[in-house]
């Protein structure tokens, strides 16, 4: 087993992601994003923001050094932008614009994709933290690249499994505790926005 798979780095693989994505943390966000879901919607939104999320952590660690390189795009400028993003995203949460119905014919972003999926879940900090362990994968051999994908799969399938149960969380919770929770995370997901902008600061002036 040790010939195709690194223990190790798995672990390390799995324990920074989940750090960084939060499973438990992301539940009271979801919440409030799909507060004016119904239980069915709630589900698919999940699945969806999952399929989003892994597919732009693993097209990051491809193509992502590539990609930046190619557009002269720093590391710290994708983190100062996904920050930017989740402040916009906690203020309406601060403010309960995510709890407003849309009209049906609304053709507004769904909140699976943006912001849920990307950047709250595929943010700048796990899209960082994947490009690191690829770049200093031992490329000779599969021991890495085994690990680093079970790594990435299972923190998706903690993520997945936080959002699905997210429903008895609100069966609760009901909908005044679902408020409140919202306002909560719109809190803590605004000071996480300005850490983000802050570090991203700070590594463009020691890069200066």
Known sequence: MSDVFDLQLFISVFITLFVIMDPPGTV??????TGAMTRAQRNRAAR????VAFGVIVSFAVFGQQLLS???ISLAALQASGGLLLLVVAMELLT???EEPQPSGNAKVNVALVPLGTPLLAGPGAI?????FVKQADRTTVDDWVAIALGVVAVHVCLYLAMRFANVVHRVLKD???????RIAGLLLAAIAVQLVADAVQAFIESA
Do not use: D, E, N
């Open 70 to 72: 190619y557009m002269h």
């Open 128 to 132: 960082v933290a994947t490009m690191v």
């Open 176 to 182: 005044s505790g679902t408020i409140l929770v919202t």
């Open 96 to 98: 309960g614009k995510m």
């Open 48 to 51: 969806q923001a999952i399929l």
């Open 28 to 33: 009271p966000i979801f919440l409030g994003l």
